[in-house]
Nanobody, 122 residues
Framework: QVQLVESGGGLVQAGASLRLSCVAS????????MGWFRQAPGKEREFVGA???????NYADSVKGRFTISRDNAKNTVYLQMNDLKPEDTAVYSC????????????????WGQGTQVTVSS
């Protein structure tokens, strides 16, 4: 089992930055690919980005150039640095863990955190 806890969400104005954190406990964190997803009210869960155990990364086109994923295996933590936030980034952001390579499909992830709310005002 892997437990994931996100933090760092909040209410910001457009153009601001936030850094989300996701702390993992349980099995060996470094063996897992980690993904960030978001879900806005009335919408389906959407892929944001992901990072492999080897630090290979993949991003959704909507956030490429603005968001950066990183991981610190010594701290069992994955980060999502979000810059130049836009109102359309408003959503609940969740991290997820997968025991193999990363995927853009949320149904392929094994473990999920509870999510953290990000609200961007215009």
């Amino acid at each position: 089992q892997v437990q994931l806890v996100e933090s760092g969400g909040g209410l910001v104005q457009a153009g601001a930055s936030l850094r989300l954190s996701c702390v993992a406990s349980g099995r060996t964190f470094s063996n897992y690919a980690m993904g960030w997803f978001r879900q806005a009210p009335g919408k389906e869960r959407e892929f944001v980005g992901a990072i492999n155990w080897s630090a290979n990364k993949n991003y959704a086109d909507s956030v490429k150039g603005r968001f950066t994923i990183s991981r610190d295996n010594a701290k069992n933590t994955v980060y999502l640095q979000m810059n130049d936030l836009k109102p359309e980034d408003t959503a609940v952001y969740s991290c997820a863990a997968r025991a193999t390579t990363y995927s853009r499909r949320p149904d392929l992830y094994d473990y999920w955190g509870q999510g953290t709310q990000v609200t961007v005002s215009s």
